[in-house]
């Protein structure tokens, strides 16, 4: 299947494992099963800690050094483990570019204050770079794959902007700011994230 170890590869970074390299197995490498998982005598934890996210995988010991591991995803493939959504990005964990479209000079320094205030990082400020012209628009929030969740917590303080996503594979986000742009949603508008499950320790 083109493309399984690349979505593979992206899932598991997004459950917190250090995907180091993603391709094809040697030609010749045939795995009946969902997965092997190669370890050596040091990476028998790490082997397992994968091989439960592949349901139908098997760990085997390749004498390789060090703790690092290797999945190979084989025929009987069907997908990783189901685990719960991620709740949503905290504030301080969005990093928001903020642009302006308008005559009203400015406007964009102010605004990164107003979100700095709010707990966003702040990454470039200034005119939009793409040029856009926005004159019915309240804003326009531009994010890349990795970055919708937290495209959807900064709509939240601006209701109305339109969501673009576009190629970028960083998180951060851009808000650009439209002719119908006035200011932020009073807090008080502003959708309360959920509550964060305490974090339990892995176990193999």
């Known amino acids: 299947t083109s493309g399984e170890a690349t979505s593979v590869g992206r899932e598991l970074t997004k459950r917190g494992f250090?995907?180091?390299?993603?391709?094809?197995?040697?030609?010749?490498?045939?795995?009946?099963?969902?997965?092997?998982?190669?370890?050596?005598?040091?990476?028998?934890?790490?082997a397992l800690l994968v091989a439960s996210q592949i349901p139908g995988s098997r760990v085997y010991?390749?004498?390789?050094?060090?703790?690092?591991?290797e999945a190979v995803l084989g025929y009987g493939f069907k997908g990783l483990v189901k685990i719960p959504p991620a709740p949503p990005p905290?504030?301080?964990?969005?990093?928001?570019?903020?642009?302006?479209t308008t005559w009203r000079e400015g406007l964009?320094?102010?605004?990164?204050?107003?979100?700095?205030a709010r707990g966003f990082a702040i990454g470039t400020t200034g005119n939009d770079p793409v040029k856009a012209f926005l004159?019915?628009?309240?804003?326009?929030?531009?994010?890349?794959?990795?970055?919708?969740?937290?495209?959807?917590v900064l709509q939240g303080h601006v209701p109305g902007a339109r969501m673009?996503?576009?190629?970028?594979?960083?998180?951060?986000?851009?808000?650009v700011?439209?002719?119908?742009?006035?200011?932020?949603?009073?807090?008080?508008?502003?959708?309360?994230?959920?509550?964060?499950?305490?974090?339990?320790?892995?176990?193999?």
């Open 90 to 100: 905290l504030t301080s964990e969005i990093t928001v570019n903020v642009y302006n």
């Open 135 to 152: 004159p019915n628009d309240i804003a326009v929030i531009r994010f890349g794959s990795e970055g919708l969740d937290a495209a959807k």
């Open 108 to 116: 964009a320094s102010t605004s990164a204050e107003d979100l700095r």
């Open 177 to 204: 700011l439209g002719n119908g742009y006035a200011a932020l949603a009073p807090l008080s508008k502003v959708p309360v994230p959920p509550e964060r499950p305490p974090l339990m320790p892995e176990m193999v």
């Open 61 to 69: 010991n390749d004498g390789r050094a060090g703790t690092s591991v």
């Open 164 to 175: 673009q996503q576009d190629d970028r594979t960083s998180k951060d986000v851009d808000l």
């Open 18 to 46: 250090a995907v180091a390299n993603v391709g094809n197995a040697p030609e010749g490498v045939y795995i009946k099963r969902a997965a092997m998982v190669y370890h050596g005598p040091e990476g028998l934890d790490q």
